[in-house]
């Protein structure tokens, strides 16, 4: 018995063309060694003791992809409110605990002793768990490679002592009395690779040194005291890569500080209280691949300045406040791949302006007010892979446009009003991957003809 990661991801019914009648989740990965086989009978009556006792099994909520090669019962959630002295000397039973996860678990009785004396503990996580004397203990797990303290009374005196912790490679701090003064303690960890932040007073000089955050790579601040005088703090942070600023103050002179830093590769400023302005830079970037301003007044304004971004390969812009006024602009974009304009003021007239776009691949124009005639001009990208028009008012013959399209994998059609008049242009879209028209007009009879015709085409000696 192997008891892994227990989420599973539902599935949504999938219209296919490789002759399976429903899409396939990805398979389970291979069990390292070691992992599933016979367990020892008093393991078990262990775990099912301790089970009672509100502890969660498999838990996989982690940090770290090495969560795949931790061992069987390895990673553990405990409700420390359920807990009682004799259940810690239970789990210190258990073999190989990779991943404690504390909820609702007081610094006070056994919990501390029971922290010393888990050697091999990779990750810990506190959820309304521990204080300042806590951390003390903390300090004393050498093999710790993660942590995660949210909603807690730790301070900034508890951060000082994540000091002693030389291997630790990932940290996550969640709405703590914590300031800038933690990254006074944190810049010291030699191996510290991703940091995030949330709902932290950052305000003030980080008094920044060359060398500080060694290997710091990504970089997440979340929260609204997060602003222009933070972004210019981490703006001397030049080896990151990956930075995300969410539901924060910044402005379009703090996402320039971010854009003009020399290695970044990824930005996102989803949720945050940019105004639609020109982002304007001395110069483009040269390595910026990814910008994220889903969710934010970014507009046309903003499009004006986007030839300062010619690296661009992703490009997220839902809910944000683009038209087709500002979509002329994206010419400038010879690498993008990726568009998402979900949930915005677009027309059919404004995709027309995409069709000079030499490497866009995915188009993502779902909540929006295009209908049948879009068809006309994303037939004429040819590039296109994927394409998701849910909740449009898309429907009619066009849709056998699509079939044009050499490189097509998929199709989203998601609550449209695609209604049974349609299934004979649906059919000629056989040798497309994937097309979902969950939510249309379509009974589940035709949704299910439609799936077998799809799988009858896909094998026909003709098709291939």
């Known amino acids: 018995m192997w008891r892994g990661c227990l989420n599973l991801i539902a599935f949504t019914t999938l219209l296919s063309t490789t002759g399976l009648a429903f899409a396939q989740p990805p398979g389970i990965p291979p069990i390292p060694p070691g992992i599933g086989g016979a367990i020892d009978p008093e393991v ?8 009672q006792s509100g502890c969660l099994f498999g838990y996989g909520a982690s940090l770290s992809d090495d969560i795949v090669n931790w061992p069987e019962y390895g990673c553990i959630r405990v409700d420390g409110a359920k807990m009682e002295d004799s259940h810690w000397e239970l789990l210190l039973q258990l073999p190989s605990v990779k991943l404690l996860a504390l909820h609702n678990t007081p610094s006070a009785g056994e919990v501390r002793n029971c922290l010393r004396q888990l050697s091999q503990l990779s990750e810990l996580q506190l959820d309304k768990s521990l204080d300042d004397s806590g951390m003390s203990t903390v300090a004393e797990i050498p093999s ?7 909603e807690t009374k730790v301070s900034d005196h508890g951060i000082w002592y994540l000091e002693e912790l030389q291997n630790l490679k990932h940290v996550e701090l969640e709405t703590l009395p914590v300031t800038h003064q933690s990254f006074q303690y944190l810049k010291r960890l030699p191996r510290l690779s991703t940091l995030t932040v949330s709902d932290a007073d950052l305000a003030g000089p980080w008094y920044l040194q060359q060398g500080d955050f060694p290997c710091l790579g990504t970089l997440s601040l979340q929260g609204e005291k997060v602003n222009d005088e933070v972004a210019n703090q981490v703006a001397q942070l030049t080896g990151l890569v990956e930075i995300r600023f969410e539901a924060t103050k910044l402005t379009m002179t703090g996402l ?3 854009a003009s830093m020399p290695n970044v590769e990824s930005i996102c400023v989803a949720k945050s209280a940019l105004a639609d302005a020109p982002c304007s830079m001395p110069s483009p970037t040269t390595k910026l691949m990814t ?3 889903s969710d934010t007044a970014a507009g046309d304004q903003f499009l004006t300045s986007v ?6 390969e992703f490009l997220d812009l839902s809910n944000a406040k683009a038209t087709d006024q500002g979509l002329s602009q994206l010419k400038s974009l010879n690498e993008l791949h990726i568009l998402k304009l979900t949930n915005t003021a677009i027309t059919n ?8 776009l030499p490497a866009l691949r995915e188009l993502h124009l779902g909540d929006t007010q295009l209908d049948g005639d879009v068809l006309d001009h994303l037939a004429k990208i040819k590039t296109l892979e994927w394409i998701d028009l849910s909740n449009t008012k898309v429907s009619g013959e066009k849709l056998a446009k699509l079939a044009t399209l050499p490189n097509l ?11 049974s008049s349609d299934l004979p242009y649906l059919r000629k879209l056989a040798r497309v991957d994937e097309v979902y028209v969950d939510g249309s007009q379509l009974s589940l009879a035709e949704q299910q003809q439609l799936r077998e015709f799809y799988a009858t085409a896909k094998t026909s000696p003709l098709h291939r």
Request: aromatic share 4%; glycine share 6%.
């Open 409 to 419: 994998r998929g199709v989203s059609l998601f609550n449209t009003p695609i209604s």
């Open 291 to 293: 910008l994220d301003l």
């Open 349 to 356: 007239d404004g995709i027309a302006e995409l069709g000079c």
């Open 307 to 312: 030839s300062n971004f010619p690296q661009l």
């Open 144 to 150: 710790l490679q993660a942590i995660r303290i949210a």
């Open 256 to 258: 320039a500080q971010l």
């Open 44 to 51: 078990e009556r262990i775990v099912a003791q301790l089970e």
